[in-house]
């Protein structure tokens, strides 16, 4: 099946250390994102890529850092710099960043920081 | 001002029911539209996109005002799986997509 993942589903981790989320796609789209969602509140963009080797910063880029080496991955990593890291992440891809192609959403990790 | 604006709910309503959701934008350079369904604790999916003629699928009808920078969602005959919090999403002329917070439904038995 074609599809986004998402690991781990639930992650559990200690102030000040930094933690990488997974997003793997196999449907062969080049654009790539990644959202928090805070309770009650929409999704904000974090960082996306538009093809292999390139990403920009999204509205909320602080404190996160992303990689894009390979077409089908695209993982976040949430460092220490972050101020608030407990949220839910969601990674998603689309064919394109333009119009009107829609973006298709992973499970989401959900990350906890004590 | 937010770039997009939903009523956040929740809407309470029974089985059968028709309900209506409302969006407002703020970008008139905005692209596209879409309607996103988010179930409790789960990932955004897409119901729908939204074309400037509307549009229909099965018991769901999407409206775009361009000149108004409004787009709405109606659902009819209200069924209880259709409980789930409802995404107004724009996509800018850059290609980011712009989320409201979401339109809660609740539709009981």
New interface residues.
Partial sequence: DGGITQSPKYLFRKEGQNVTLSCEQNLNHD?M?WYRQDP??????IY?SQIVNDFQK?DIAEGYSVSREKKESFPLTVTSAQKNPTA?Y?CASSR?????Y???????T?LTVT | RKE?EQD?GPFNVPEGATVAFNCTYSNSAS??F?WYRQDC??????LM?VYSSGNEDGRFTAQLNRASQYISLLIRDSKLSDSATY?CVV?DQ????I????TELSVKP
């Fill in positions: 654009a994102y009650g509140q929409g999704l904000r963009l996306y999204g839910f969601l394109s960043t333009g119009a009107p829609e973006q298709y959403f992973g499970p989401g959900r | 997009v956040p692209q596209s879409f604790r789960k990932e955004p999916k897409l996109s995404l996509k850059g290609g980011k997509l989320f409201g917070q979401g």
